[in-house]
Every structure is written in C-alpha cells, then in structure tokens.
C-alpha cells in the first residue's frame, strides 16, 4: 500500500507570494491533517479535514487555509507569504473512524521563503 | 488545555546503555499517547501508542513506555540502545476522539555513542 505523499518537496518562494501544497493519503483514509514544523515552536497543528469537511483548526492566521477533494487528496495554502512561514509542512492521514488511529505523516514539504 | 513537555532537549546515551525519553502530559480527560521518531528529513512515524486497555505499551524497534495516570507520564524506554536509534522523538497527546489533532511535545534529540 502506497504511503502518504506530499508534492513539491521542496519549495522557494518570496515576501508576499502564496503556495499550494498537496497532500495525497493512502488509499481509504477519509482523514488528513496537517502540521507546521519549526525550530522555534516544534510541531504546530494547522487543521484537519474530514470528509471534505473542515473537522478542526489550529490557531494560524486566516492566510493558511485548505481544503479536501472527493478522493480524500488535500491542499493547503498560504497566501502573502512572510519569512517566518519557512517550516516543514507535513500532512498526515488516517482511516478518521471513531477509535483514535495511527496517523501515517509524509515525508513534508519543505518551504523557504525568501 | 492539553499540553505534553518533554524533559530534556537532548539526550545522550551509550551504544547498549539504557534509552529513557520523559514525556509529561496535561489533559482534563483521558488522554491518547503517542511517542513519533523522526530521522533527519523524513516525516514521522509511529512508535506506540496508548488508546485504552494494559498501561505498558511495546512498540517497534524494542521501544516500549507505560502510562501512568498518577504520574501523568508516559515516558519512553528501551533496554538497550543502537546507533540506529539516533533521531528526534516526539511525544504526543490526542484527546478526543472525533478530530486527528495531535499535540506534540518540544522533542528530545537522541545521541548514541559507540
């Protein structure tokens, strides 16, 4: 069974411009969330998507918003970038049934901006 | 509000010496426990986990912890360490059951030394 995926893996950008990240989940995981990884403040939770439906939030900015796809596959986005959204941004999926499950995490993508 | 804190940044350990990660955690209600390794560049994978049932967990990799409610700990150990285990764990805390949202600890970076 294929793992959580995360395109690009890699990306710079500038002051001010805005990113899409994807996140695509292993096969019959209704259930992605994702994380905001930085030196300075660790693994923060951004928000989690269920079926389609946003099922939780972090507390970012209204810059950072996401959504989900009929096929589970999510993005995120970040508009008018600042030098501190420069992170590792790792997406997690899971089956998103009542009992808490494993989250399986991508590899990231990481994000400099310039 | 939920928190996890990890004690010690950094901890250094001899090859076949005893590995000891401490993990405290806050929560009003029972919590989930998770404790995630991550090598360089990688996401993060699952080591064990606590949901419900017998308070000593094993995991992967001969990882094993124990819950302890009175404590409010769940740290981490394993009996003898191997230059493979060298990465950064993070513990983490889960508390409902309807939303992926994990919190994670600071990290402790684990050194083994030949």
């Given at each position: 069974?294929?793992?959580?995926?995360?395109?690009?893996r890699?990306?710079?950008?500038?002051?001010?411009?805005?990113?899409t990240?994807?996140?695509?989940?292993?096969?019959?995981h209704?259930?992605v969330?994702?994380?905001?990884?930085?030196?300075?403040?660790?693994?923060?939770?951004?928000?989690?998507?269920?079926?389609?439906?946003?099922?939780?939030?972090?507390n970012?900015?209204?810059?950072?918003?996401?959504?989900?796809?009929?096929?589970?596959?999510?993005?995120?986005?970040?508009?008018t970038?600042?030098?501190?959204?420069?992170?590792l941004?790792?997406?997690?999926?899971?089956?998103?049934?009542?009992?808490?499950?494993?989250q399986?995490?991508?590899?990231?993508?990481?994000?400099?901006?310039? | 509000?939920?928190?996890?804190?990890q004690?010690g940044?950094?901890?250094s350990?001899?090859?076949?010496?005893?590995?000891?990660?401490?993990?405290?955690?806050?929560?009003?209600?029972?919590?989930?426990?998770?404790?995630?390794?991550?090598?360089?560049?990688?996401?993060?994978?699952?080591?064990?986990k606590?949901?419900?049932?017998?308070?000593?967990?094993?995991?992967?990799?001969?990882?094993?912890?124990?819950?302890?409610?009175?404590?409010?700990?769940?740290?981490?150990?394993?009996?003898?360490?191997?230059?493979?285990?060298?990465?950064?764990?993070?513990?983490?805390?889960?508390?409902?059951?309807?939303?992926?949202?994990?919190?994670?600890?600071?990290?402790?970076?684990?050194?083994?030394?030949?």
């Amino acid at each position: 069974k294929a793992g959580v995926t995360q395109t690009p893996r890699y990306l710079i950008k500038t002051r001010g411009q805005q990113v899409t990240l994807s996140c695509s989940p292993i096969s019959g995981h209704r259930s992605v969330s994702w994380y905001q990884q930085t030196p300075g403040q660790g693994l923060q939770f951004l928000f989690e998507y269920f079926s389609e439906t946003q099922r939780n939030k972090g507390n970012f900015p209204g810059r950072f918003s996401g959504r989900q796809f009929s096929n589970s596959r999510s993005e995120m986005n970040v508009s008018t970038l600042e030098l501190g959204d420069s992170a590792l941004y790792l997406c997690a999926s899971e089956k998103g049934q009542a009992i808490p499950d494993e989250q399986f995490f991508g590899p990231g993508t990481r994000l400099t901006v310039l | 509000a939920q928190s996890v804190t990890q004690l010690g940044s950094h901890v250094s350990v001899s090859e076949g010496a005893l590995v000891l990660l401490r993990c405290n955690y806050s929560s009003s209600v029972p919590p989930y426990l998770f404790w995630y390794v991550q090598y360089p560049n990688q996401g993060l994978q699952l080591l064990l986990k606590y949901t419900t049932g017998a308070t000593l967990v094993k995991g992967i990799n001969g990882f094993e912890a124990e819950f302890k409610k009175s404590e409010t700990s769940f740290h981490l150990t394993k009996p003898s360490a191997h230059m493979s285990d060298a990465a950064e764990y993070f513990c983490a805390v889960r508390v409902w059951s309807n939303t992926g949202k994990l919190i994670f600890g600071q990290g402790t970076t684990l050194q083994v030394k030949p």
